[in-house]
């Protein structure tokens, strides 16, 4: 099982985090920032394969927006997503069975047992959530009997974990 996050190129980085991607974590506000921002380096979207599946990471109502749109092959209804085709995102074959979400409360817990923070002291606690390759790593660590963390840097974020069961 291979698990990916934000720009995840593997083009020219194959010898060390290989080319596949089982499941890719993101939210709709983290994917389309790494398509900006690592346009330059080649990354135009999430990975599109087969054994893909897309894990989406709950932040805002967008998320729910966009994965309803993939599995209805629709165009999302509403914000900043408005029109927009998921299929762009996630390929023409992109299907319920593809389309995966961390429960919120998974969540909850990373922010409140697993990362404490000094920001859920201030008016921030609210929005305070930890980073994507976090959440897409201590979930490789929940599930997996073992985890190897293969990292490729960009801009120092975490961007790809093998997750052995």
């Given at each position: 099982?291979?698990?990916?996050?934000?720009?995840?190129?593997?083009?020219?980085?194959?010898?060390d985090?290989?080319?596949?991607?089982?499941?890719?974590?993101?939210?709709?506000?983290?994917?389309?920032?790494?398509m900006?921002?690592?346009?330059g380096?080649?990354?135009?979207?999430?990975?599109?394969?087969?054994e893909?599946?897309?894990?989406?990471?709950?932040?805002?109502?967008?998320d729910?927006?966009?994965?309803?749109?993939a599995?209805?092959?629709?165009?999302?209804?509403?914000?900043?997503?408005?029109?927009?085709?998921?299929?762009?995102?996630?390929?023409?074959?992109?299907?319920?069975?593809?389309?995966?979400?961390?429960?919120p409360d998974?969540?909850?817990?990373?922010?409140?047992?697993?990362?404490?923070?000094?920001?859920?002291?201030?008016?921030?606690?609210?929005?305070?959530?930890p980073?994507?390759?976090?959440?897409?790593?201590?979930?490789?660590?929940?599930t997996?009997?073992?985890?190897?963390?293969?990292?490729?840097?960009?801009?120092?974020h975490?961007?790809?974990?093998?997750?052995?069961?």
């Open positions: 099982v291979f698990f990916r996050t934000n720009g995840a190129i593997t083009k020219g980085f194959e010898q985090v290989g080319s596949r991607t089982t499941h890719y974590t993101f939210s709709t506000n983290t994917m389309r920032n790494s900006r921002a690592y346009s380096a080649g990354f135009r979207g999430p990975p599109k394969s087969s893909t599946r897309y894990v989406f990471l709950p932040d805002h109502g967008r729910y927006l966009l994965m309803k749109a599995a209805t092959h629709t165009k999302v209804e509403t914000g900043p997503e408005r029109n927009k085709n998921p299929s762009d995102y996630f390929g023409a074959d992109v299907s319920a069975k593809k389309l995966k979400i961390y429960h998974f969540i909850r817990y990373l922010r409140n047992r697993f990362l404490r923070s000094h920001t859920m002291q201030t008016k921030f606690r609210n929005i305070y959530r980073s994507t390759g976090a959440v897409m790593l201590l979930a490789a660590l929940h997996c009997d073992q985890v190897e963390f293969s990292v490729t840097l960009r801009n120092s975490c961007q790809s974990v093998v997750c052995l069961l």
